[in-house]
C-alpha cells in the first residue's frame, strides 16, 4: 500500500497547531475500525448498536412511522430534489488549470464543511450561513491563486482565513480599565474559534500531506483511488490519515462511527468526475450512509422519525448548544431511521415505487438536505455544536 497506508502514522503533525482545532478534533483518540473491515458497515452497525442500546435514553427510533413515511413519499419531488443537488454538487463559478486543481478545491471544499455551530453569529457578522461563508472562502483562495497544495495548506495564517472567510477576528471594544476610555481594547470575536479551527484543518493536512510525500490532497486522492477504485476504500483512506476526518465517539466505552466528511469526499468526486473519469465511477456509491450534519436529523425529527429525549428536545428548540454525547445520539439516530427507511422502501412486499432515483442512504440525504431548505422546513431549529471539526 505504500504511503497511503503509512500516512495516519505521521508523528507531530499537530505541533503548533490551533488550540481551538485540536480541541474540536474530539475523534482522535477513539479506535478505528478493524482492518479489513468496511467503513460502511462500521457507521451502521455502530450507530444501531448504540440507538438500540444506551443511545435510547437519548433517541428513540419510531419504528412505526417509517412505513407511513415511505408510503406518503413524493417520488417526483425526491427525485428532483436529489438530481439537483447533484448536478450543482461542487460545480463551482471558477476557472480551471486541471482536472487535478479541480479535484483538489473540490476536495478541500467538502473538508471544510464545519462550522454549522456558528450558523447564527456567522449570520449577525457576515450575513451567510456556515455553507457559504466556507465556499466564499474556498473560492477567494482559488481566485487569489492562493497555494493549495501541501506546502501551501501549511503556509496559511489566521490573518489569512479570516480575509479570505471573511471571518472577524475581533469582536467589541471596551476601556482598557473601568472608567478610563482613553485606552480602548478589542475583545476577540465570537467567530475567532471558527476562524483557528478552519486554520487547524488547513495546516494539519498540508503537514501530513508533506510527511508522507503527497504533494497536494489531489494527489492523495488520485494514488489512492488508482490502488483501488471503490468509495470504501477511499474513505477509510482519508479517516485513517486525517484527524479531522476521524468523525467518531466513544460513549460508554463503545465507539460510535459517522464519517460524514470522508463519506462526502467520496460522493462528491463520485458526482463530479465519475462519468469522465473510471477511477472515481464509484461502483459503491450507494452502500454509503447519511452525511449526518446539523440540518438532517433535524429533519428527520421533523417528519416524526426520531424523538429526541425531553432535555435534548428543549436544548433543540431553543438554540442551546448540545453536548457531544447529545450531537452523536442525535446524527447516530438519523443514520439508523434512514436504514429503516431504505429497507422498508426496498423490501420486496412494499408496493413502494421507486422513480428514476434508487432510494440510498446517500440519496436519502440530498433529499433530506435539500428539504431542509424548502419555507416550510427552513424555520426549524437545527443541532448547534460548536466544538467539532466533523459538521
Not at 413524493?74 to 438530481?83: Q, R, T
Not at 470575536?189 to 508522507?212: F, K, N, V
Not at 471503490?230 to 474513505?235: D, E, I, K, M, S
Request: charged share 20%; with cysteine.
Amino acid at each position: 500500500m505504500g504511503l497511503i497506508s503509512e500516512l495516519s502514522g505521521a508523528s507531530g503533525a499537530s505541533a503548533g497547531l490551533p488550540a481551538a482545532w485540536e480541541r474540536a478534533c474530539t475523534g482522535e483518540g477513539v479506535p478505528l475500525p478493524p482492518p479489513l473491515t468496511n467503513y460502511f458497515d462500521a457507521v451502521r452497525d455502530t450507530t444501531s448498536r448504540f440507538i438500540g442500546g444506551d443511545g435510547q435514553a437519548l433517541v428513540k427510533i419510531n419504528s412505526s412511522k417509517v412505513q407511513q413515511y415511505v408510503d406518503g413519499l413524493d417520488v417526483a419531488k425526491f427525485d428532483k430534489y436529489v438530481k439537483h443537488v447533484n448536478s450543482w454538487s461542487r460545480s463551482l463559478p471558477l476557472v480551471f488549470d486541471s482536472q487535478a486543481q479541480n479535484l483538489n478545491l473540490i476536495a478541500i471544499l467538502d473538508l471544510l464543511q464545519i462550522g454549522s455551530g456558528f450558523r447564527r453569529e456567522l449570520h449577525e457578522a457576515v450575513n451567510r450561513g456556515a455553507s457559504d461563508t466556507i465556499n466564499f472562502g474556498c473560492m477567494s483562495m482559488h481566485i487569489s491563486q492562493t497555494p493549495l497544495d501541501a506546502q501551501g495548506l501549511q503556509a496559511l495564517t489566521l490573518g489569512d482565513i479570516s480575509r479570505h472567510f471573511g471571518i472577524p477576528l475581533l469582536g467589541k471594544e471596551r476601556p482598557m480599565s473601568e472608567g478610563n476610555a482613553a485606552v480602548m481594547i478589542s475583545e476577540a470575536s465570537e467567530l475567532r474559534p471558527l476562524a483557528e479551527i478552519i486554520l487547524g484543518i488547513l495546516q494539519d493536512t498540508g503537514r501530513r500531506l508533506e510527511q508522507s510525500g503527497f504533494a497536494s490532497f489531489a494527489d492523495f486522492i488520485t494514488k489512492t483511488c488508482a490502488e483501488k477504485p471503490t468509495a470504501a476504500n477511499l474513505v477509510q483512506k482519508l479517516v485513517n490519515a486525517f484527524p479531522s476526518l476521524r468523525d467518531a465517539a466513544s460513549i460508554g466505552g463503545q465507539p460510535i462511527y459517522l464519517f460524514k466528511k470522508a463519506q462526502l469526499i467520496a460522493y462528491d468526486i463520485c458526482q463530479k468526475f465519475g462519468k469522465e473519469d473510471s477511477m472515481f465511477d464509484f461502483s459503491d456509491i450507494g452502500d454509503m450512509t447519511l452525511f449526518a450534519d446539523n440540518v438532517v436529523p433535524a429533519v428527520v425529527q421533523y417528519h416524526g422519525l426520531i424523538d429526541p429525549c425531553s432535555s435534548i428536545r428543549a436544548k433543540i428548540d431553543s438554540g442551546k448548544e448540545l453536548t457531544l454525547q447529545e450531537t452523536t445520539a442525535m446524527r447516530a439516530a438519523s443514520i439508523v431511521a434512514a436504514q429503516l427507511v431504505v429497507d422498508c422502501a426496498n423490501s420486496p412486499s412494499s408496493e413502494f415505487k421507486a422513480g428514476a432515483i434508487s432510494v440510498n442512504q446517500a440519496t436519502l440525504d440530498n433529499f433530506w438536505w435539500q428539504e431542509g431548505k424548502d419555507p416550510e422546513l427552513r424555520p426549524i431549529p437545527r443541532l448547534v455544536c460548536k466544538n467539532t471539526v466533523y459538521f
